[in-house]
Structures are given as structure tokens and as C-alpha cells.
């Protein structure tokens, strides 16, 4: 099976193997886009709804590699979605591919060129410069802005 984002209806993704996606993912398309979603649920995807805990899971890992700040609700739940149906993963997004290989989930690019390695991101703070491992609004040292910075 294979769960689509919204990647996947913007570039008229297409395979045999069975699909879902979930209802957020609906929310996002409009003109042609949103019809091709509605005529391949018409087709006979499955419109998944993920458990809160396959979510909060989710959550966690994007907090360990360091994309919790950037991946939007409907990434989290497509992740969650992937995980609990055992399903390749078809996304474009860089950080749904890093959270994807932290939890063992496979994933198929279309557009893009997939992640080579899986990145832990670090902040730095704009001001002092010091890193922290954890994304915070504000530097506790100097009150500066932080930035997602790769530690490599």
C-alpha cells in the first residue's frame, strides 16, 4: 500500500499497488487537484484516520531528528498514517523522509531526489552562537532567535 501526500495529487502521482490517504490531505488541494483526490477515493482509496498514539509517536521522533518545527499537522498524521499501515510513504518532503527513516518507514519520491542519510538537526542561537539540541522560541542565554542548523 501506498499513502499519498499531497505531492502526490499535484503531480498526478500514479501506481497499481493499493492507496490511502487521510482527510487533511483533502483539505489542502483545490481545483483539478482536489477532483483527482475525490476520483481516486471514488476509485477506491482508503481514507485513513490514525490513532493519537501512532501520532504522538510521530511527534516524538520529529523532536528527536529535529523537524517537529517544520512538519505541518497533515505531515505528522500522514507519517502516522504510513507507520500504522505498514505503507510506503509518497512524498517530495525532505523532513516527512527524515522522521519516515527514523521510524523505519519507506518512502518514494516523485518530483525531487530523495534524503541520502537521515539527519538530528541542531539550533543555533543567532546571537551568542551557542547549540542546543532542542528547538526553543528564544536563546535562554541571550534572548536571540535560534535556526535549524545540520550538526555535519
Not at 482527510?23 to 471514488?42: C, K, S, T, Y
Not at 541571550?142 to 542548523?149: A, D, E, N, P, Y
Amino acid at each position: 500500500m501506498h499513502v499519498l501526500d499531497t505531492s502526490a495529487f499535484i503531480h498526478e502521482y500514479h501506481t497499481d499497488e493499493q492507496t490511502a490517504s487521510i482527510p487533511l490531505v483533502q483539505e489542502e488541494l483545490e481545483g483539478e487537484h482536489a477532483f483527482r483526490f475525490d476520483a481516486m477515493e471514488g476509485a477506491g482509496m482508503h481514507i485513513h484516520i490514525p490513532a493519537d498514539g501512532t501520532v504522538e509517536k510521530v511527534r516524538r521522533a520529529a523532536v528527536e531528528t529535529g523537524d517537529r518545527e517544520v512538519l505541518s499537522e497533515t505531515d505528522i498524521r500522514l507519517l502516522a498514517a504510513a507507520f500504522e499501515l505498514d505503507a510506503t510513504l509518497v512524498t517530495d518532503d525532505y523532513a516527512m523522509q527524515n522522521v519516515a527513516d527514523r521510524l523505519g518507514i519507506a518512502v518514494e519520491v516523485i518530483a525531487r531526489d530523495g534524503i541520502t542519510e537521515q539527519r538530528s538537526w541542531i539550533f543555533q542561537c543567532a546571537g551568542c552562537g551557542r547549540e542546543f539540541d532542542e528547538h526553543r522560541d528564544r536563546c535562554p542565554v541571550c534572548g536571540s532567535g535560534l535556526s535549524r542548523k545540520n550538526p555535519a
